[in-house]
């Protein structure tokens, strides 16, 4: 089955932006409808960003979602310490079925 | 407001068999695809299965398939995993999801906890 590889940890300091790539390794996977979560310790996951760039409602404009090529990315802009937490991207592979990035864990300095 | 609330975890010996339930509210459950994502102590989420409105289509992760079965019963607005034959790497929080248009999930459960040990 398809995979998405992102990177295993990112840091960045209070107020700095950080991006998060996401590639899939596979062509099978539909790159049109990627979506990322938010995953805080002991937390369900939460949607924040869908379709590589849109943003759900209540989700903050800091937020924000890219694709290029086969390289989806996720950017937090002006970090907060809240925003630390895991995130994992996530895309449509084709014939209905889904698949999940490894996560990466970003760490709020 | 839209909330699934999942419930029939436990502790089961390799080789058993468990089943889940989501129930869901807040929305019209037999208009929506529907999701089950696993995610193993300290790893990554996983997805599961998922199955379409009626229930006549699904699909499973290669490593569920043949043991796992998704269902649903839209007059309860329900969701079901059954799962058999067990295995210790099945342990996981268990979470449904509701597709927000291609397999995106735009809302979540709590997690039931599925422990696998003998």
């Known amino acids: 089955q398809s995979a998405l590889t992102q990177p295993r940890s990112v840091s960045g300091s209070p107020g700095q932006s950080v991006t998060i790539s996401c590639t899939a390794t596979?062509?099978?996977?539909?790159?049109?409808?990627v979506s990322w979560y938010q995953q805080h310790p002991g937390k369900a996951p939460k949607f924040m960003i869908y379709?590589?760039?849109k943003r759900p409602s209540g989700v903050p404009d800091r937020f924000s979602g890219s694709k290029s090529g086969n390289t989806a990315s996720l950017t937090i802009s002006g970090l907060q310490a809240d925003d630390e937490a895991d995130y994992y991207c996530?895309?449509?592979?084709?014939?209905?079925?889904?698949?999940f990035g490894g996560g990466t864990k970003l760490t709020v300095l | 407001e839209v909330q699934l609330v999942e419930s029939g975890g436990g502790l089961v010996q390799p080789g058993g068999s468990l089943t889940l339930s989501c129930e869901a509210s807040?929305?019209?459950?037999?208009?929506?695809?529907m999701i089950w994502v696993r995610q193993a102590p300290g790893k990554g989420l996983e997805w599961v299965a998922n199955?379409?409105?009626?229930?006549?289509?699904?699909h499973y992760v290669d490593s569920v398939k043949g043991r796992f079965t998704i269902s649903r019963d839209n007059a309860k607005n329900s969701l079901y995993l059954q799962m058999n034959s067990l295995r210790v790497e099945d342990t996981a929080v268990y979470y449904c999801?509701?597709?927000?248009?291609?397999?995106?999930?735009?809302?979540w459960g709590q997690g039931t906890l599925v422990t696998v040990s003998s």
């Open positions: 807040g929305f019209s459950f037999s208009g929506y695809w």
């Open positions: 999801a509701r597709d927000s248009g291609w397999l995106q999930l735009g809302y």
């Open positions: 199955i379409n409105y009626g229930g006549d289509e699904k």
């Open positions: 596979t062509s099978d996977v539909n790159y049109d409808h």
């Open positions: 379709d590589v760039s």
């Open positions: 996530c895309s449509f592979a084709g014939i209905n079925t889904m698949v």
